[in-house]
């Protein structure tokens, strides 16, 4: 299956700022998902995101404070805008190709 | 999308079986089961994956009753390397659905 090179694996950022995560797939997948975990919690499911179309956000997120980019199959974006303390948390990206679903090791935040 | 339940947390020892059972009560007819493994600071990793009867890979092996509305992952012989946190999904596997994951269950083996 895929594997998915996930940057940065973690960051301290103050207030008020922005951090882009980046996902980059070693091969070509269909559909990617961003996930937010919070220590010692379950993933959430923050969006569903196409190549070339707006990303679907589940109830509860926003596009504009989580704007994401998908420019082609093998690559996506996402980015915590206007931190505050409450977004500190993991965030993780998934892939689905053709064996299956693959996972990011994930993106620790830290907001400060 | 079914919702699952499992057990919130297990303990185990070093060599025994574990099996860990996972509720879905609403599953659907294009519905498959997928289990997941995630350790500290890493993704979630696929273990395995049945719609049913039984289903056997090199890590573990998925039961799945006849009325689907249940499956059980089983572990043979853990070791202290297995402690992490397993997840049921549910979901239909032809399609690009979502994975929603419910709560999971945190399995602790010691020595």
């Known amino acids: 299956s895929a594997v998915i090179s996930q940057k940065p694996s973690r960051d301290i950022c103050q207030r008020g700022t922005s951090l882009t995560i980046q996902c980059q797939v070693d091969?070509?997948?269909?559909?990617m998902f961003w996930y937010r975990q919070q220590p010692g919690q379950s993933l959430t499911l923050i969006a569903t995101?196409?190549?070339?179309?707006?990303?679907?956000?589940e109830s509860g997120f926003v596009i504009d404070k989580f704007p994401i980019s998908r420019p082609n199959l093998t690559f996506s974006t996402l980015t915590v805008s206007n931190m505050s303390p409450e977004d500190s948390s993991i965030y993780l990206c998934?892939?689905?190709?053709?064996?299956?679903?693959?996972f990011g090791s994930g993106t620790r935040l830290t907001v400060v | 999308l079914a919702k699952t339940t499992q057990p919130i947390s297990m303990d185990s020892y070093e060599g025994q079986e574990v099996n860990i059972t996972c509720s879905h009560n609403?599953?659907?007819?294009?519905?498959?089961i997928t289990w997941y493994q995630q350790f500290p600071s890493q993704g979630p990793r696929f273990i395995i994956q049945?719609?049913?009867t039984k289903v056997t890979n090199e890590v573990a092996s998925l039961f799945i009753p006849a009325d689907r509305k249940s499956s059980t992952l089983s572990l043979p012989r853990v070791s202290l390397s297995d402690t992490a946190v397993y997840y049921c999904?549910?979901?239909?596997?032809?399609?690009?659905?979502?994975?929603?994951f419910g709560s999971g269950t945190r399995l602790l083996v010691r020595p």
């Open positions: 091969s070509q997948v269909t559909m």
């Open positions: 999904l549910v979901g239909d596997r032809d399609s690009s659905y979502k994975l929603i």
């Open positions: 049945g719609y049913k």
């Open positions: 998934s892939g689905q190709g053709v064996g299956g679903y693959t």
């Open positions: 995101a196409n190549q070339g179309s707006e990303a679907t956000y």
């Open positions: 609403n599953i659907a007819t294009n519905d498959y």
